[in-house]
């Protein structure tokens, strides 16, 4: 059974910094693509980071240059380093995995989602 696991929000004020953690299990982390994603209230939730089995990393224009994504195989965990936040960065985190399992069949897994509030 697939989980996602995050942690790691809270509040903090513009211009600090946050790290997100999501913890994997039930499934072969190091051979799938590892996405976040955030939902702002009354807004679509949007994709913020990527890191792919190779590791390439690919961002949302908002926060590049601001956020990294990463990966740990050992642990089975993938990170969000936060830096130089913005009250606009105030969201939902989640961690996502897509799974194909075969042509045209792909299964979506997210966590429960931690919240990120950016606030002076």
């Known amino acids: 059974q697939v989980q996602l696991e995050e942690s790691g929000g809270g509040l903090v004020q513009p211009g600090g910094s946050l790290r997100l953690s999501c913890a994997a299990s039930?499934?072969?982390?190091?051979?799938?693509?590892m996405s976040w994603y955030r939902q702002a209230p009354g807004k679509q939730r949007e994709l913020v980071a990527v890191?792919?089995?190779?590791?390439?990393?690919n961002y949302a224009d908002s926060v590049k240059g601001r956020f990294t994504i990463s990966s740990d195989n050992v642990k089975n965990t993938v990170y969000l380093q936060m830096d130089s936040l913005k009250p606009e960065d105030t969201a939902v985190y989640f961690c996502?995995?897509?799974?194909?399992?075969?042509?045209?069949?792909?299964?979506?897994?997210w966590g429960q989602g931690t919240q990120v509030t950016v606030s002076s």
């Open positions: 039930g499934f072969t982390f190091s051979t799938y693509p």
């Open positions: 996502q995995t897509k799974h194909t399992v075969r042509i045209g069949v792909v299964y979506t897994y």
């Open positions: 890191i792919t089995i190779g590791g390439t990393t």
